[in-house]
């Protein structure tokens, strides 16, 4: 005699692999978060001056202090992020271009290109992006037929 097969599982414990994960959303606010780059952390030259940060990383930096992911950085983020400045300012002071793949890497991991939050599943909303007003018709159309008349003629 035939059987109907084994039981069906409890759907309590029944692990769904296209199931999806919740989104975080961020709004962004344009708070200034997280340290300035340190003073005196990239050596001296041959008379004591300290080096500065290159521009390209300050503004760089800048960039991830008003950004709306800061919103979730802790304080390692805030630490592992300035090693990652730190072969940043080396990349476009020194020319060690090698440095930028690591540089990607590392900012990906905080969401920095469309894809990285993708996979992150964090969105950043857009405030500006609200619902639209319906286009509104041109004054004295009602129908089709009057805007024809209208444009023959």
């Known amino acids: 005699m035939a059987g109907r097969g084994p039981a069906p ?3 309590s414990k029944r692990r769904r692999r296209n199931a999806t994960e ?6 962004p606010d344009d708070e200034l978060r997280g340290p300035e780059l340190p003073d005196g952390v990239l050596g001296t030259d041959k008379e004591g001056v300290p080096y500065g940060w290159h521009p390209m990383t300050v503004a760089w930096w800048n960039t991830w202090r008003t950004s709306p992911q800061a919103q979730t950085f802790t304080d390692t983020d805030w630490a592992f992020l300035l090693d990652t400045a730190l072969m940043h300012t080396s990349m476009w002071s020194k020319g060690q ?3 930028a793949a690591e540089v990607r890497l590392r900012a990906a991991k905080f969401g920095a290109t469309p894809e990285d939050r993708a996979r992150l599943k964090l969105k950043v909303d857009d405030p500006t992006n609200g619902p639209q007003k319906p286009a509104q018709a041109p004054a004295g159309v009602t129908d089709i037929s009057s805007r024809r008349a209208r444009l023959t003629g």
């Open 9 to 11: 599982k409890d759907p």
């Open 22 to 27: 919740p989104e975080t959303v961020i709004t």
């Open 97 to 99: 271009w090698t440095l």
